[in-house]
């Protein structure tokens, strides 16, 4: 483009002509750019902070979650673990007066079989010193065997029940060995089999030490079997006095044993038996006494009381009287 000539004036056209090729950007985006310039890092404004932020904004919102996290797991952990002590204190509690009443328990028990002992040999020196004391000690004797009040012992049958083993696939290892419930014991198993024993001959039973008698009850409680109110573990011995060929030979033709047979052939029960030369089987809980009638020396033998002296209105009778029994069935 040529300059115009000395003394000569620009034209209009011209002079914009000149000025868009001079300024070729807007002001405005001179402006903007300008102030983008000033917010960038290491410009001297201090826009270096907003910057910052949003470069490790993502970075900053994980570290806050995961912190947050961390606090509630260990608020859960630590309620837990509270939880978890107070459970344990209250299980070792529970485990402490168990322990106390077990030990309260077993020494009432020897009291009791100690005072027992003393009454059944003050009661035998004193039936000794006459005729029919004597034959009082026999009846007693008799009627003592027959309610299983007494030790006895002597030849006899022993049959032997226990669960169905594992399965073959199950977890030894793990612990995990796990039993079907028909190939558990029932209580109506050893109920079978008592009976049977019974209806063989048998003169006297026991489950695992615990003597059968007249009141005695064989019932479940739970996964647990009580006999005269006594739980009983696996495996289950059930001891029977008799002949044992006879005793043997008639209990396995009942039909309580065919049962139980049976049991054992589809369900895996074990049921086994064999004959002792030696059985000892303890005594059993007696019936507790409610009243008792003193011996009038003067009356004849086998004389009933008087009528209207019932012994439980009687104030002026020497009676025994308990608030309850106790009955084993």
Not at 200 to 221: F, H, W
Request: aromatic share 4%.
């Amino acid at each position: 483009m040529s300059a115009p000539a000395p003394g000569r004036q620009r034209s209009l056209g011209a002079s914009l002509l000149d000025q868009v090729l001079a300024e070729t950007l807007d002001p405005a985006y001179a402006q903007a750019a300008a102030a983008r310039t000033a917010r960038a890092p290491g410009s001297d404004d201090g826009g270096a902070r907003p910057g910052w932020l949003r470069r490790y904004r993502g970075q900053l919102l994980v570290a806050l979650t995961l912190l947050i996290a961390g606090l509630l797991a260990s608020i859960t952990y630590d309620e837990a673990a509270a939880g978890a002590q107070g459970r344990d204190q209250a299980r070792q509690a529970l485990r402490d007066d168990i322990g106390q009443e077990s030990d309260t328990a077993d020494d009432l028990a020897a009291q009791l079989e100690e005072l027992t002992a003393q009454v059944t040999r003050t009661r035998q020196q004193a039936l000794e010193a006459s005729v029919v004391g004597q034959r009082a000690l026999e009846q007693l004797a008799a009627a003592g065997q027959a309610a299983a009040v007494v030790a006895v012992s002597g030849p006899g049958l022993r049959v032997t029940m226990d669960n169905a083993p594992p399965a073959a696939d199950s977890d030894p290892v793990g612990g995990s060995e796990e039993v079907a419930g028909a190939g558990i014991v029932q209580d109506g198993d050893l109920q079978l089999v008592v009976n049977a024993l019974w209806a063989s001959g048998a003169e006297a039973i026991s489950i695992n030490g615990q003597r059968i008698g007249a009141t005695t009850a064989i019932r479940q409680a739970g996964k647990a079997i009580l006999v005269d109110l006594n739980p009983v573990t696996t495996p289950y011995e059930i001891s029977a006095i008799g002949d044992p060929q006879d005793l043997s030979n008639a209990f396995l033709s009942t039909p309580e044993a065919s049962v139980v047979a049976r049991l054992s052939r589809d369900y895996g029960l074990v049921f086994d038996f064999a004959r002792a030369d030696h059985l000892a089987l303890p005594a059993g809980t007696s019936a507790e006494l409610r009243w008792a009638i003193p011996l009038d020396p003067d009356a004849a033998p086998g004389t009933a009381p008087a009528p209207g002296t019932d012994p439980s209105t009687d104030p002026g009778s020497d009676l025994v009287a308990p608030d309850d029994t106790t009955d084993g069935g």
